[in-house]
C-alpha cells in the first residue's frame, strides 16, 4: 500500500492563496492518476482535482480557474495550488493515488489530510 503524506494547509483570509503538497512512498508514483478530495464538516469527501500519469487534468466546477494541480515525478510529489479562496472552500484535504480514464476512480492510499481554513 501506498504511504502518502500531504502538507502545506492553514489558515488564510478570503482570496489568499496556499499550496498543498503529497508526497508518496509508492515506487511506481508516476503509474499513478493522482487526486485530491476534500471534506468540509457535515458533507461528504469530494474531488477536487485530478490528474493522470501523463499530466491530463480535472476539476470539480466550483475550484475551475482558482486551482491548479501538478505532479512532480522525481519527488514523487503532487501540488494543489489554490488561488482566490473562498470560506466554502475551508475543508480538510487529502490526496489519493488511483486511476484515471474518463473520470478518476480512487485507489485504496489516502493520506492523513491537511486542515485548509479560509477565514478573516
Known amino acids: 500500500q501506498v504511504h502518502l503524506v500531504e502538507s502545506g494547509g492553514g489558515l488564510v483570509q478570503p482570496g489568499g492563496s496556499l499550496r498543498l503538497s503529497c508526497v508518496s512512498s509508492?515506487?511506481?508514483?508516476?503509474?499513478?492518476?493522482m487526486g485530491w478530495y476534500r471534506q468540509a464538516p457535515g458533507k461528504q469527501r469530494e474531488l477536487v482535482a485530478a490528474?493522470?500519469?501523463?499530466?491530463?487534468?480535472q476539476y470539480v466546477d466550483s475550484v475551475k480557474g482558482r486551482f491548479t494541480i501538478s505532479r512532480d515525478n522525481a519527488k514523487k510529489t503532487v501540488y494543489l495550488q489554490m488561488l482566490s479562496l473562498k470560506p466554502e472552500d475551508t475543508a480538510v484535504y487529502y490526496c489519493?493515488?488511483?486511476?484515471?480514464?474518463?473520470?478518476?476512480?480512487?485507489?485504496?492510499?489516502w493520506g492523513q489530510g491537511t486542515q485548509v481554513t479560509v477565514s478573516s
Open positions: 489519493n493515488a488511483g486511476n484515471m480514464g474518463g473520470s478518476y476512480y480512487p485507489g485504496k492510499s
Open positions: 509508492g515506487t511506481i508514483f508516476r503509474l499513478n492518476a
Open positions: 490528474i493522470s500519469s501523463g499530466g491530463n487534468t
